[in-house]
C-alpha cells in the first residue's frame, strides 16, 4: 500500500455525522432516569422481602430510616426527572453522587455494604452521563480530547525514536491502567468483602489471555511507529495512515488489547470489580473518545480512511480483507533509523548528480 502523507493537523473537527438530534439524545436521558426509578424501586422491594440483600447493601444502616430519604429523593427523584422536569435532573444526580460518597466511606471503614457502594456508584455514573445529556442535550466529550490530549501528529519521524517513546508510553499507560488502578480496585473490594476465589483454571486463562492482548499491543504499537511515523499517543499520532500489521484485520487492535488485558488481570488476581472496570472504561472510550478519534482520520486522510472503514470492522477482526503485501515489516525494506521523509534537499540533490555523473561516465566508457 502506498503510504500517502496527509497535511498535519493539530485539532479536531468535532464529530456530527449521523449524530441523533437533542430531542433524542434528551430521550435517552429520560429512558435511563425511568429504568433507575424502577431498579430503586425493586431494590427497595428486595430490601424488604431479602435480608441477605439489605446485609449486602445496607450493612448495618437502618432500613427505615435509609428508606424514608433514600426513596423520596432518588426514587421518586428518578421518576420525575424521566418526566422532563429539570430541577429533578439536579436533584437525582446530586443526591445520588452524595449517596456513593458516603457509601463508600461507609463501606471502607466498616467493611459493610460493599455491594450497595458499587450500585451507587454505577448509578452515579450513570446519572452524571443522563442528567448531562438532560439539561446540555449533549456530551461535551470534545473536551476530552483537547489541550496535551488533543489529536496531533507526531514531531519526529526518526524510527528509533519514535520506538523509544512508544516503549516509554506503554510502559506508563500500562502501569497506571493495568497495574496501580487495578490494585486499587483490587484493595476496596477485600476491603469490601466482595472477593470472588475464582478457580485455578480461569487464573490460567487470564494469564493466557493478559499474554495475547499484551503481543496485540505491542504488534499494534510498533506498527504505528514503523509504518504510520508516529506513537499511539493521541498527542504524537502517526503521519501516515496505517493499514498494515494488526490493522489489516482490525481498526482498533490497540483498544481491543487494552479491553483483553484488563479483563486479563481480572481473572488472574480474581477480582470481579477489575473485570467490571474493563468493561465499563472500554464501553466509556467508545462512546466517548472513538467517534472523535475516526472524525480525525477522516478529516486527515479522506477517501482512504472511509474505504478502509468500509472494509474492516471496528470490533470483529476479517481475515478476508486481508492484502498480503502490506504486512511487509519495514524493517526488511529499510534497514537505517531515519525514514525517507527525513532526507534532506541538498542531499537528494546531491544523490540525484551522482547518479547523473555515473551514468556520463557509463556512456563515455562504452563509445570509448
Not at 476479517?318 to 527525513?342: C, L, P, R, V
Request: charged fraction near 15%; include cysteine.
Amino acid at each position: 500500500m502506498s503510504q500517502t502523507e496527509k497535511k498535519p493537523v493539530t485539532g479536531i473537527r468535532h464529530n456530527k455525522r449521523n449524530a441523533p438530534d437533542k430531542p433524542l439524545r434528551i430521550f435517552h436521558g429520560r429512558i435511563y432516569f425511568a429504568l433507575q426509578a424502577l431498579a430503586g424501586a425493586a431494590w427497595w422491594l428486595g430490601i424488604i422481602n431479602l435480608p441477605g440483600l439489605r446485609d449486602a447493601t445496607l450493612g448495618g444502616l437502618n432500613p427505615l430510616l435509609v428508606s424514608a430519604i433514600h426513596i423520596p429523593l432518588f426514587v421518586i427523584g428518578s421518576a420525575l426527572a424521566a418526566l422532563n422536569f429539570r430541577w429533578a435532573v439536579w436533584g437525582a444526580v446530586a443526591w445520588t453522587t452524595l449517596v456513593a460518597v458516603f457509601m463508600v466511606i461507609y463501606a471502607t471503614v466498616t467493611t459493610e455494604g460493599g455491594l450497595g457502594t458499587v450500585l451507587m456508584v454505577l448509578a452515579t455514573v450513570g446519572s452524571l452521563i443522563a442528567g448531562t445529556l438532560m439539561i446540555l442535550g449533549r456530551i461535551p466529550s470534545e473536551r476530552l480530547v483537547t489541550g496535551p490530549f488533543a489529536f496531533r501528529s507526531s514531531h519526529t519521524r526518526v524510527r528509533s525514536q519514535l520506538l523509544i517513546r512508544t516503549t516509554i508510553q506503554i510502559m506508563v499507560f500500562w502501569g497506571v491502567f493495568l497495574i496501580v488502578i487495578p490494585a486499587i480496585i483490587n484493595a476496596f473490594e477485600e476491603r469490601w468483602d466482595l472477593s470472588v476465589k475464582f478457580p485455578i483454571l480461569v487464573i490460567v486463562a487470564g494469564f493466557a489471555l493478559l499474554a495475547f492482548g499484551t503481543v496485540l499491543g505491542v504488534w499494534s504499537a510498533r506498527a504505528i511507529a514503523n509504518f504510520g511515523s508516529g506513537t499511539p499517543l493521541p498527542s504524537a499520532m502517526a503521519h501516515h495512515f496505517v493499514q498494515r500489521g494488526p490493522y489489516a484485520f482490525v481498526r482498533n487492535p490497540m483498544a481491543i488489547a487494552g479491553i483483553v488485558q484488563g479483563v486479563a488481570i481480572g481473572l488472574f488476581i480474581g477480582s470481579w470489580l477489575v473485570i467490571v472496570y474493563a468493561i465499563v472504561g472500554s464501553l466509556l472510550w467508545n462512546w466517548l473518545i472513538r467517534p472523535h478519534e475516526e472524525a480525525d482520520l477522516r478529516q486527515r486522510f479522506g477517501a482512504e480512511y472511509d474505504e478502509y472503514a468500509a472494509r474492516v470492522s471496528c470490533w470483529i477482526p476479517s481475515f478476508s480483507a486481508f492484502d498480503g503485501d502490506d504486512d511487509t515489516d519495514a524493517d526488511d525494506t529499510d534497514a537505517d533509523d531515519t525514514s525517507d521523509d527525513d532526507i534532506s534537499p541538498d542531499e537528494t540533490h546531491a544523490a540525484e548528480t551522482d547518479a547523473a555523473n555515473s551514468s556520463g561516465q557509463d556512456s563515455a566508457d562504452r563509445k570509448q
